[in-house]
């Protein structure tokens, strides 16, 4: 039997399932951004030009997230830049947006032996990565330096569809890209509100990969919001929603895939 016979299609998660994240990581990304702005409207600090944007995103985020409607990262940055007295707010904002993009593909470091094992998958599936990211320049940056752009058939990132998983729109889109019925894909995320919860209503099957690394100040924040919105859906019986297996990390996938072959 071919590793082909269960599933069509393998769809991942990037952050904590593709490449590791957390706080460190998205610091990075936010001080690239801060100190851009920082520099054009001295002598705001780097400091307090983050103080603000936070501000902001909070507010986008209740607004938005709830909802499950991606945040447009470009207007909350042109909003930041065009509140803190920027000459040329909508210049300022557009390079603050490259800065934290090019900023963010650093920061993502793919673990060794994972692009070989994405490379034999593409032989036996069509892959795909599906990411929640209010911004998808950084993201397909990487993607494209360490050589996944082309073993992947499908990248779908929130921050182009307008919603944010666990919305059916987004595993829409990566269907539609892979053209597969949902059954035949398999996901594998590590977020139960996002990826777990978004695979059962999409009718995918869903691998966990667990712990998840990032856990805190990420996870908590966009988490909640999210949460929010599950309780808010009184008929939908989502905390029934399971992975079928739960692997330490990717890189376990390949084996149990093969497992699976074997056990038929
Ligand atoms: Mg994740």
Not at 61 to 90: H, I, K, Q, W, Y
Not at 130 to 141: E, V
């Amino acid at each position: 039997m071919s590793s082909s016979a269960r599933y069509d299609a393998i769809v991942f998660d990037l952050l904590d399932t593709l490449y590791p994240w957390g706080p460190d990581r998205y610091s990075q990304a936010l001080d690239a951004l801060c100190d851009t702005v920082a520099k054009a409207c001295a002598p705001v600090t780097s400091e307090e030009v983050k103080a603000v944007y936070v501000d902001i995103r909070t507010r986008y985020s209740a607004e938005n997230l709830s909802r499950l409607v991606e945040n447009d990262f470009p207007a909350f940055v042109l909003e930041l830049t065009a509140s803190l007295g920027a000459r040329e707010p909508g210049e300022l904002a557009r390079e603050g947006v490259r800065a934290y993009n090019s900023a963010f593909a650093a920061a993502l470091e793919l673990p060794g032996g994972v692009f070989d094992m994405l490379r034999r998958l593409s032989t036996s599936f069509n892959l795909g990565v599906l990411s929640n990211y209010p911004t998808s320049g950084g993201i397909r940056q990487a993607l494209q330096r360490d050589g996944l752009a082309n073993v992947l058939k499908a990248i779908v990132v929130s921050a182009e569809v307008g919603y944010i998983k666990p919305h059916p729109a987004m595993f829409r889109a990566v269907r539609g890209e892979l053209g597969c019925p949902p059954d035949r894909v398999l996901f594998v995320g590590d977020t139960f509100e996002s990826d777990v919860v978004g695979a059962w209503l999409a009718g995918m099957p869903c691998v966990r990969i667990t712990p998840s690394a990032s856990g805190v100040e990420q996870g908590q924040f966009f988490n909640g919001h999210i949460r929010k919105w599950l309780e808010s859906q009184t008929d939908l019986k989502w905390r029934d929603a399971k992975p079928i297996v739960e692997l330490e990390n990717v890189a376990q996938l390949e084996r149990w895939l093969e497992k699976l072959n074997v056990e038929g």
